[in-house]
Every structure is written in structure tokens, then in C-alpha cells.
T-cell receptor, first 113, second 113 residues
Framework: QKEVEQNSGPLSVPEGAIASLNCTYS??????FFWYRQYSGKSPELIMS????GDKEDGRFTAQLNKASQYVSLLIRDSQPSDSATYLC?????????????FGQGTILTVHP | GAVVSQHPSRVICKSGTSVKIECRSL??????MFWYRQFPKQSLMLMAT?????????EQGVEKDKFLINHASLTLSTLTVTSAHPEDSSFYIC?????????FGDGTRLSIL
């Protein structure tokens, strides 16, 4: 079993719809969770970080964390074509944001007009 | 937000050449930086953890004598790919963390002819 798994893509949604990206992790001791966006040929860009159970909202993005289920998700509301990218879920075991990231394999999102 | 600068952005060189890549944290100090490698259509794979003032920690399967890491100050880490060969061609990315999470440099695309 991979340490961090993301729902297999690619995911295609129409412009204006909600895109839902999911991620599960195997290390129950993990404390820090991140979503990165990576455009083709570019390095990852941090979108959201979440450390506590529940929802965290930032603009059109909402991260959801359920530690009991070892599940973290990212919702993108009012999806735009510019949101088309690969989304990477990343996890750090331990209690800081400074540690070693373990990435999922990524989910390719395409938002079509 | 936190900025990580990586240099150069692209290198094309002949087989057998050694290539140095620099990673700088511009507005914060980083006792730890990370070096990743990403092959086409794959996720990021951690190569090593760079520790200021001490030896780097390499992931399993990464040759420490081939990928030399130096972290001489709180804002600079360097990765030197020694005697590079075509199979070392990849996208190399560094990151450094603050309270908000890990922030990535823009990456270096290395092409060995």
C-alpha cells in the first residue's frame, strides 16, 4: 500500500462546477497535510495546509481533514480553466510543517469551458 | 509569502560534466531544505534532506557521492550532480519550510546529452 494515495484521474469538470480531489494516507501519526498545484513544466505551488480535523476554507478552495478515516480532500468551487493542473496531496508525519513531505501520485484536473 | 529561489532554471550539458544547482530561501532562514527529483508524468521523489552545518540525509537508493549536497548557511543549499549522465536528466526541485508549509523553488531542468 502506498503511503499517500490520490483518486486516480484524470478528472474533468465543466467550468463553474465543483472539483473534488481525494487523498488517503497510511501513517496514522501524520499531523500535517498539504495540497499543491503543479502546472506542466513548473514546480509545485502550495494551495492549502491543514492540521486539524474539519474544514478549512480559502477563497474558492476548501480542504477537509478526517484523521480517523485518514482522509483529506480538496474542493474547488466555481472551477476555472486556469485551475487545470496536477494536484498533489502531501503529508508530513510528526507535528511540524518543516519535515519531509511524502507525495501522492497526483490527480490531473481539466476544467473545460 | 515565503520565497525560495532556485538557480539555474535550465541546464544542458555534455555527459561527464558536473552541474551545481543553488537553492536560496529569500525571506526566511531554513535549517533544513529538501531536494526532489521529478521524472516526466511522475510525482516528486525526495532525494535528500539538506541540514545546515551538518551532513545531508539521503533517501534509500540515492548515491551520496554522485549527488553532493552542501548547506553552508541558513539561506543556501547547493546540489551538485557529479559526472552527470543522460539518465540523470530530470527536473530537480528544492524546498524549504516555514510555519505555512514547504515552499518550492522554480526547479531546474537538467538535460544531459
Amino acid at each position: 500500500q502506498k503511503e499517500v494515495e490520490q483518486n486516480s484521474g484524470p478528472l474533468s469538470v465543466p467550468e463553474g462546477a465543483i472539483a473534488s480531489l481525494n487523498c488517503t494516507y497510511s501513517d496514522r501519526g501524520s499531523q500535517s497535510f498539504f495540497w499543491y498545484r503543479q502546472y506542466s513544466g513548473k514546480s509545485p505551488e502550495l494551495i492549502m495546509s491543514i492540521y486539524s480535523n474539519g474544514d478549512k476554507e480559502d477563497g474558492r478552495f476548501t480542504a477537509q481533514l478526517n484523521k480517523a478515516s485518514q482522509y483529506v480532500s480538496l474542493l474547488i468551487r466555481d472551477s476555472q480553466p486556469s485551475d487545470s493542473a496536477t494536484y498533489l496531496c502531501a503529508v508530513i508525519a510528526g507535528g511540524t510543517s518543516y519535515g519531509k513531505l511524502t507525495f501522492g501520485q497526483g490527480t490531473i484536473l481539466t476544467v473545460h469551458p | 509569502g515565503a520565497v525560495v529561489s532556485q538557480h539555474p532554471s535550465r541546464v544542458i550539458c555534455k555527459s561527464g560534466t558536473s552541474v551545481k544547482i543553488e537553492c536560496r530561501s529569500l525571506d526566511f532562514q531554513a535549517t533544513t531544505m529538501f531536494w526532489y527529483r521529478q521524472f516526466p508524468k511522475q510525482s516528486l521523489m525526495l532525494m535528500a534532506t539538506s541540514n545546515e552545518g551538518s551532513k545531508a540525509t539521503y533517501e534509500q537508493g540515492v548515491e551520496k557521492d554522485k549527488f553532493l549536497i552542501n548547506h553552508a548557511s541558513l539561506t543556501l543549499s547547493t546540489l551538485t550532480v557529479t559526472s552527470a549522465h543522460p539518465e540523470d536528466s530530470s527536473f530537480y526541485i528544492c524546498s524549504a519550510g516555514d510555519r505555512g508549509g514547504q515552499h518550492f523553488g522554480d526547479g531546474t531542468r537538467l538535460s544531459i546529452l
